[in-house]
Every structure is written in structure tokens, then in C-alpha cells.
């Protein structure tokens, strides 16, 4: 069973079709109405950073998921100079170097796998003379989307 979790999901009814109605909630990753244990994958692509309190929602998606469950997430990430100048962002109310966002991950879980990717957003040549593209030349030398694949423990045997 797959089940889609989003706070702003009434928002969007033109998104409803995409899931079915019964296997969507309205909820924040803080707050899962999920019982402890009863999850084996969670994929949180493009939300820590959009989060309150990413921390918080961690701590949610360690409880609900199983012991030896999976956790897949995909954040952007900065260079670390960059960061002091991203306060005005409304919109994602937190930033991460790379190493950052795996020591964040790594509070929690077990990191198997973290990988960077340069973000590339494929500017052709003909459209530089546009100054709108200019954001999206400077923003492929200084963003990056950090990869993890990060699993609960299993706890040891007694």
C-alpha cells in the first residue's frame, strides 16, 4: 500500500486524481497519524526543506518506519558560503551543504548511500540573451541535489 502524506493537499484538489482519496492524508511530517512500526519505505523528495521543523519530522518518519525501513530523500544543497545569504527564503526555511544534510540524516538513521549532483538546468545558448535565464546560468554553479538512502536500524537481539 502506498500512502501520500501532504499539509497542503486539500490546496490542490487538481492533484487529488493523482492518489487515491483514501490512501492520501492531510498531515505535517511532524505530526504522522501513523502507528510506530507500520512503515517500510518513506521517500521525501523536495520537502525537508520546506518543513518547520525538519528535525521533528525525522524523529516522526524514524518512529513509523519499521525496523530496517527505508528512507529516501533528495534535498538541494548549498555551498556553505551561500548560506548566510539564503535568510530571505521564504519558501524553503532551510538550507544545507551536502555534508550537513547527511549529518542531519545520519542523527537518526543509518546512511548507506549520499550522493551530490550538480543541478544542471540546460540553458540553451539562444536564450542568454534573455535576462530572466541569467538566474538559472548562476544558480547550475552554485546548486547542487543531494541523494540519500538511509535505513532504521534494526535493534539488536538481547
Known sequence: ?????DPLLLDYPDRLPLADPQLSLVAE???????????DACICFNALDHMREPRAA????????RPGG?????????PSWLLPLLWADRLHPHHWTHAA???L????FRVE???RVRRSFGVPPARLRYPSVWKYVAGQLILSISYFTAFRDVPLAR
Open 101 to 103: 544534510a547527511a549529518d
Open 29 to 39: 511530517a511532524e505530526h504522522l497519524p501513523l502507528s510506530s512500526g507500520t512503515v
Open 1 to 5: 500500500m502506498r500512502l501520500r502524506l
Open 70 to 78: 527505508a528512507l529516501l530523500v533528495m534535498v538541494h544543497s548549498f
Open 58 to 65: 525525522l524523529a516522526e518518519v524514524h518512529r513509523v518506519l
Open 113 to 115: 548511500r549520499a550522493v
Open 105 to 108: 540524516l545520519a542523527s537518526r
